[in-house]
């Protein structure tokens, strides 16, 4: 039985990223989609319109939304929305050509897992969906330290009830949740405490579940919330 798994969870480390595209500017589109098309990744589906996109998303499971937040339609933030609410481990990279601030934390707010300007290189693309894939909040320089901002403005106003239970972490899986906490990647932890990238992923996942968070972004508040980006 273990043998199995591990053979399992070997095959599908090997698998390409199932990914899709969804942006209202056909050029675009194909362009993105050969793109990752041809650097070995799985482009499963395609969408112009925001309708069009949640039923594809949900009829293919991609692993990746690279999305678009002008769509025709439901916009890019209300696609996330309906993509993430209907299965809390979708992971959804924003793909725009809006820099603004609002624009960033909305999507982020809906359960953008990163956020990527049109400006960004083909390979800065194509890292961004595969560290979104594996569970890395990925943004445009300059935008991860104001999604930070935001959560700890959010978790500076007055705290809601406190939960009846608090879950307990263990000592590592508090280590790696206040390293994530200060904006680091897997890799970058992964380096730190010497560990594996697989076993990293591991602690956040025992971690999302303990505290019945859905993904990264979720996880990065509730440390700030907590302190922990302040731990030495």
Same mark, same amino acid.
């Given at each position: 039985?273990?043998?199995?798994?591990?053979?399992?969870?070997?095959?599908?480390?090997?698998?390409?990223?199932?990914?899709?595209?969804?942006?209202?500017h056909p050029?675009?589109?194909?362009?993105?989609?050969?793109?990752?098309?041809?650097?070995?990744?799985?482009?499963?589906?395609?969408?112009?319109?925001?309708?069009?996109?949640v039923?594809?998303?949900?009829?293919?499971?991609?692993?990746?939304?690279?999305?678009?937040?002008?769509?025709? &339609?439901?916009?890019?933030?209300?696609v996330?929305?309906?993509?993430?609410?209907?299965?809390?481990?979708?992971?959804?990279?924003?793909?725009?050509?809006?820099?603004?601030?609002a624009?960033?934390?909305?999507?982020?707010?809906s359960?953008?897992?990163?956020?990527?300007?049109?400006?960004? &290189?083909?390979?800065?693309?194509?890292?961004?969906?595969?560290?979104?894939?594996? &569970?890395?909040?990925?943004?445009?320089?300059?935008?991860?330290?104001?999604?930070?901002?935001?959560?700890?403005?959010?978790a500076?106003?007055?705290?809601?009830?406190?939960?009846?239970?608090?879950?307990?972490?263990?000592?590592?899986?508090?280590?790696?949740?206040?390293?994530?906490?200060?904006?680091?990647?897997?890799?970058q932890?992964?380096?730190?405490?010497?560990?594996?990238?697989?076993?990293?992923?591991?602690?956040?996942?025992?971690?999302?579940?303990?505290?019945?968070?859905?993904?990264?972004?979720?996880?990065?508040?509730?440390?700030?919330?907590? &302190?922990?980006?302040?731990?030495?």
């Amino acid at each position: 039985m273990t043998t199995d798994l591990s053979t399992d969870q070997q095959a599908a480390a090997v698998r390409p990223v199932r990914v899709m595209v969804v942006d209202d500017h056909p050029m675009w589109r194909d362009a993105v989609s050969r793109d990752l098309a041809e650097a070995g990744l799985d482009v499963v589906a395609t969408a112009g319109d925001g309708e069009e996109a949640v039923r594809r998303a949900r009829a293919c499971s991609p692993q990746v939304v690279v999305l678009d937040l002008n769509l025709p &339609g439901l916009s890019g933030a209300e696609v996330c929305r309906r993509l993430v609410g209907h299965d809390p481990s979708a992971r959804v990279l924003v793909l725009s050509a809006s820099g603004e601030h609002a624009d960033v934390l909305e999507a982020v707010k809906s359960g953008a897992t990163g956020y990527l300007v049109k400006s960004a &290189g083909r390979e800065e693309l194509l890292d961004a969906v595969r560290r979104t894939a594996v &569970g890395d909040a990925v943004f445009t320089p300059g935008l991860a330290g104001l999604v930070l901002g935001e959560f700890r403005r959010l978790a500076a106003e007055p705290p809601a009830p406190a939960a009846p239970v608090v879950p307990q972490l263990t000592a590592r899986e508090t280590e790696v949740l206040r390293m994530v906490a200060k904006g680091l990647s897997y890799k970058q932890i992964a380096d730190r405490l010497v560990l594996s990238h697989r076993t990293v992923q591991n602690h956040v996942q025992n971690t999302l579940g303990k505290l019945q968070l859905h993904n990264r972004v979720e996880l990065v508040r509730y440390a700030i919330e907590k &302190g922990l980006d302040d731990a030495v």
